[in-house]
Each structure stands twice: as C-alpha cells, then as structure tokens.
C-alpha cells in the first residue's frame, strides 16, 4: 500500500502563488507515473500535471506557463509550484502515484482557495 499526503494548500489572493507537496510512502523512482489533479463540486476530477518516470512533465492547457510540477526523488515527494492564481483555480487538489503495474494510490487533497 503506497500512501500519499499533500499539503501546501490554502487561501491567497488572485495573482498570487502557493506551492502543493506530495510526500510518498513508497520509493518515487519505482512509479511510472506521478501527477496533480483537481476537482470542485459536482465536477469530474481534472487532471492539472503529471511527471513520469523519465521525469517528462505534461500539462493541462489552463495551467501551462503558470504551475510546474517537479519531484524530489531523495524525499520521495513531488511538487507543484503555483504561479498568477486565478478565481478558476479554486479546487481540491489530489496527487496520485501510479505504480509499474499501472495500480493508482492517492491523496487525500488540499484545499486550495483564490479569492478577488
């Protein structure tokens, strides 16, 4: 069982920059895939960046230019830094991890919130 824990969430202002973390319980180099998503009520999750083993990042078109994911493999943690927030990136954000075996874990998401 792989056991993921985000954290970094919170409530900033339009324009400003948070950055999420994912601290994983399982050796990060043995994953194919990594990645944030996203989701507000009564919405399917969306996903926002992913980073795979050969540490090719990929993006969704709302955030490219604004958020960067990246990973830490000595700390078995993967980030994603949040730049020029917008009201629409108000969600709860996930981070997943899926194993060579393409079984998915995830987190149990941080709250973020952008306000005017």
């Known amino acids: 069982q792989v056991q993921l824990v985000e954290s970094g969430g919170g409530l900033v202002q339009a324009g400003g920059s948070l950055r999420l973390s994912c601290a994983v319980s399982?050796?990060?180099?043995?994953?194919?895939?990594m990645g944030w998503y996203r989701q507000t009520p009564g919405k399917q999750r969306d996903l926002v960046a992913s980073?795979?083993?050969?540490?090719?990042?990929s993006y969704a078109e709302s955030v490219k230019g604004r958020f960067a994911i990246s990973k830490d493999n000595a700390k078995n943690t993967v980030m994603l830094q949040m730049n020029s927030l917008k009201l629409e990136d108000t969600a709860m954000y996930y981070c997943i991890y899926r194993d060579r075996d393409y079984i998915e874990y995830w987190g149990q998401g941080t709250q973020v919130t952008v306000s005017s």
């Open positions: 399982r050796d990060i180099l043995r994953a194919d895939y």
């Open positions: 980073i795979n083993k050969d540490s090719r990042t």
